[in-house]
């Protein structure tokens, strides 16, 4: 089953940068679509960039545009995002979701345990 693990996160200064990743040992991520999201305390998870398996197209949440961006690491074997220029509102903890079709209506979603970022002076 796939396990998906990430890290990078941490404390950062407002107008700062950092550099998530999201793995899966001993796997391929390429047949996988993968996004990120983010949850911070007393809200509901949210959308914030995802990356398809197909034609690697990405979308982003209208919040991080210009500032974020999804691509893969294909050295690293790893879907990384990079967020720059961060703001207080991108505080909270980030969950890497890997997502594979079984068929065209069916698929499995797949859970990272997140990582937090906080951004603060």
């Known amino acids: 089953q796939l396990q998906l693990v990430e890290s990078g996160g941490g404390l950062v200064q407002p107008g700062g940068s950092l550099r998530l990743s999201c793995a899966a040992p001993?796997?391929?991520?390429?047949?996988?679509?993968i996004g990120w999201f983010r949850q911070a305390p007393g809200k509901e998870r949210e959308g914030v960039s995802c990356?398809?398996?197909?034609?690697?197209?990405?979308n982003y949440a209208d919040s991080v545009k210009g500032r974020y961006t999804l691509f893969r690491d294909n050295a690293k074997n790893s879907v990384d995002l990079q967020m720059n220029n961060l703001k207080a509102e991108d505080t909270g903890t980030y969950y890497c979701?890997?997502?594979?079709?079984?068929?065209?209506?069916?698929?499995?979603?797949?859970w990272g345990q997140g990582t937090l970022v906080t951004v603060s002076s």
């Open positions: 990356i398809s398996s197909s034609s690697g197209s990405t």
């Open positions: 001993g796997f391929s991520l390429d047949t996988y679509g």
């Open positions: 979701n890997g997502r594979i079709y079984v068929n065209p209506t069916n698929w499995d979603d797949y």
